[in-house]
Structure formats: structure tokens, C-alpha cells
């Protein structure tokens, strides 16, 4: 009889007479298996570690996608609160049609390419505002201060500038200005085309109650 080693962890006993035919085969185990390598137990707790870690990185992604999809959800007519470029309220590139903004502070406030057709920003402190192509016809912006204010682009078609400060702001050949009320608004320093400065002086009349300049002095009208 022969005893055939196979592993560390076995051995076959086998027929010495016959070695294909086994006549007794006994499996010996350790009692105890060796605990594994330093190593691969820190490798084990790293990789436990990291699941942690990349689950709650998960979970905190989808709170934040949930919390945006429900911001951005609302309308966004209804989601302005804040005045100010650094305001919450969204008010760049929106439909605010209709949406009453009389009387808030409005500085460097952004409008660029939104709809405010009717718009309501009567008294509303505009200063260094962006109307940049944005769609004011019909708006009302009467008694506005709107030094500074960039209408390049813009459609201020009917709107409303009675009595409003333009004192400085910008203009390009594509801003609209046909039907305008301007009686008593201040066009100190606006740069106009001059089909545009012809189009407002044909209407203009009035003094702006703040400045105390009459309305056609400021165009420069004839």
C-alpha cells in the first residue's frame, strides 16, 4: 500500500497491488484553516469602506436630482422671490408674461431673452438691468429707474415709459421702440440710431419728474 500526497490539505491512500483500483481514499482537512494575510484584510475593510462611502454618494445625488426636478418644476412665473443678480428667482430666459414686479428692487437684475409681454415693473428700481433681446410689448414701466439698463436686442414695443430714467442705458438699431409712450422719460445718454431718435421725437412731450430734464431735450430732438 502506497500513500499518494496530493495537496497540503489531502491524502490518498491507494492499493500497492493495483495503483488504478484505490482501495481506501481518506480526504484529511486542517482542523483549522489559517487566518488569511494581513494584506487581504486590509484590502477587505478598504473595499467595505468605499461600498460605504459610494452608497451614501449615491443616496445624497439622488436627494439633490429630486430637489432640482422639484425646483424647476414650478412655474416659473411663480418661482421669482428675490431681487438681484445673486436672488434666488430664476427671471433669465422665462415666460413672465403678466408677472407684477411694480415697486421691487430689481438692480443688475437678469431678463435676458425672456418674455414680459404686459409685464408689470412700474416704480421697480432697474438700475444696470438686462432686458437683453428680451419681449417687453405692452409692458408697463412707467416711473421705473432704468439708468443704465441694456435693451440691446430688446422689443419695448406699446410698453410703457412714462415718467421712466433711462438715463445711460444701451440700445442697438434692433431695439423697438414703435408705440412707446415716453412722456416725461429721460433719455439722457442713450445712444440712438437715428430713425430711432426721429420715431421717438414724433411723440415725445413731458419732463421726468426726477431729473427735471424735459423729454425732447433729452433726445435731442429738432
Given at each position: 500500500?502506497?500513500?499518494?500526497?496530493?495537496?497540503?490539505?489531502?491524502?490518498?491512500?491507494?492499493?500497492?497491488?493495483?495503483?488504478?483500483?484505490?482501495?481506501?481514499?481518506?480526504?484529511?482537512?486542517?482542523?483549522?484553516?489559517?487566518?488569511?494575510?494581513?494584506?487581504?484584510?486590509?484590502?477587505?475593510r478598504l473595499?467595505?469602506?468605499?461600498?460605504?462611502?459610494?452608497?451614501?454618494?449615491?443616496?445624497?445625488?439622488?436627494?439633490?436630482?429630486?430637489?432640482?426636478?422639484?425646483?424647476?418644476?414650478?412655474?416659473?412665473?411663480?418661482?421669482?422671490?428675490?431681487?438681484?443678480?445673486?436672488?434666488?428667482?430664476?427671471?433669465?430666459?422665462?415666460?413672465?408674461?403678466?408677472k407684477d414686479?411694480?415697486?421691487?428692487?430689481?438692480?443688475?437684475?437678469?431678463?435676458?431673452?425672456?418674455?414680459?409681454?404686459?409685464?408689470?415693473?412700474?416704480?421697480?428700481?432697474?438700475l444696470g438691468?438686462?432686458?437683453?433681446?428680451?419681449?417687453?410689448?405692452?409692458?408697463?414701466?412707467?416711473?421705473?429707474?432704468?439708468?443704465?439698463?441694456?435693451?440691446?436686442?430688446?422689443?419695448?414695443?406699446?410698453?410703457?415709459?412714462?415718467?421712466?430714467?433711462?438715463?445711460?442705458?444701451?440700445?442697438?438699431?434692433?431695439?423697438?421702440?414703435?408705440?412707446?409712450?415716453?412722456?416725461?422719460?429721460?433719455?439722457?445718454?442713450?445712444?440712438?440710431?437715428?430713425?430711432?431718435?426721429?420715431?421717438?421725437?414724433?411723440?415725445?412731450?413731458?419732463?421726468?419728474?426726477?431729473?427735471?430734464?424735459?423729454?425732447?431735450?433729452?433726445?435731442?430732438?429738432?
Open positions: 500500500m502506497a500513500i499518494l500526497s496530493v495537496s497540503t490539505t489531502a491524502t490518498i491512500i491507494c492499493s500497492k497491488s493495483n495503483p488504478q483500483k484505490s482501495i481506501s481514499a481518506r480526504l484529511y482537512l486542517p482542523k483549522q484553516l489559517k487566518s488569511p494575510p494581513p494584506q487581504i484584510l486590509l484590502h477587505k473595499e467595505s469602506q468605499a461600498d460605504i462611502i459610494t452608497d451614501a454618494l449615491a443616496k445624497a445625488g439622488l436627494a439633490a436630482l429630486l430637489s432640482t426636478s422639484l425646483f424647476f418644476s414650478v412655474d416659473p412665473a411663480l418661482a421669482y422671490r428675490g431681487g438681484g443678480p445673486y436672488g434666488i428667482g430664476v427671471t433669465r430666459g422665462q415666460d413672465l408674461s403678466g414686479f411694480s415697486g421691487k428692487d430689481l438692480i443688475k437684475q437678469d431678463f435676458k431673452t425672456s418674455i414680459l409681454r404686459q409685464a408689470n415693473f412700474k416704480g421697480a428700481k432697474l438691468a438686462s432686458f437683453f433681446d428680451a419681449d417687453l410689448t405692452g409692458a408697463d414701466l412707467s416711473d421705473a429707474d432704468l439708468r443704465g439698463a441694456d435693451f440691446s436686442l430688446a422689443n419695448v414695443t406699446k410698453a410703457n415709459l412714462t415718467n421712466a430714467n433711462l438715463e445711460g442705458a444701451s440700445v442697438t438699431g434692433n431695439t423697438s421702440f414703435k408705440g412707446t409712450v415716453i412722456t416725461g422719460a429721460d433719455f439722457t445718454d442713450v445712444q440712438l440710431r437715428e430713425d430711432q431718435r426721429e420715431l421717438l421725437c414724433n411723440s415725445a412731450d413731458g419732463v421726468n419728474p426726477t431729473t427735471g430734464n424735459p423729454t425732447r431735450e433729452t433726445l435731442l430732438c429738432p
